[in-house]
């Protein structure tokens, strides 16, 4: 079994024959042509918040921020709780027992990231409800899912980096996205990629991407990815 950042990562072969169209050009244009920016409900659009020179720790920040973002809108969440749940996650990915607490610094830019969701959450998502963590079943080879959050019809993931997206982290929505549809659990039929650090977004339509990547309709394209992912052969054994 296999995680859906290693799928997204590396089985490049799998990739190829599924997405072809899935290339560094086409990432270059999306890049540019599909970002839009966070804006303030002023209109004033959102600045970036720079990687602090005294934090070393930036995927604790990132936890802290997405958690901290999620208890303002859910009474049932609470900040400090979520606090000690971006420090046992961290700890688990990290594979030690436990972490220090956030530094000072680590704590302030997790507050300023944290402003850049209230605005994204604001005037982006709006009013509609959101499920986070979401937990999306795995399909054949690939193992059980959590997304980031997502409402009725949008799938939203959160990539909190100080570059461009890369062909893994849309790769890794395409697979929430077919092992979604395919469970029946979830009708997304758009998707959203957020990036607080750099105060930006991306989002589409889920049927389109999906058919302009790889040239089938998207129901073909869908039970092409399962089947797959259930070959007994394996066929993402390489992962080169």
Known sequence: MISERELAQYFHSF?????????????????????ERVHTEEGYPIRPVPPGKNIERFDLVAELAFEWAAATLVPELDRQAGSQR??????????????APPTTHEVAEANALCETYHHFFTM???????????????????????????????????????????????RQVIIYLVAGTHSREFTWKRYCIFNPRVGVYFDGEVNELLEYLSGRTPPECISNVVDALMEREQPLEAKF
């Open 15 to 35: 990739w190829q024959e599924q997405f072809p169209l899935l290339n560094p050009g086409f990432m270059r244009r999306y890049n540019v042509q599909e970002r």
């Open 86 to 99: 971006a420090l046992r996650r961290v700890a688990i990915l990290q594979g030690v027992a436990e972490i």
């Open 124 to 170: 982006v998502v709006r009013n509609a409800p959101l499920r986070f963590r979401p937990l999306i079943k795995g399909v054949g080879v690939l193992n059980q899912m959590e997304g980031d959050f997502c409402s009725d019809d949008t799938l939203f993931e959160v990539k909190t980096v100080n570059r461009n997206l890369l062909s893994s982290d849309l």
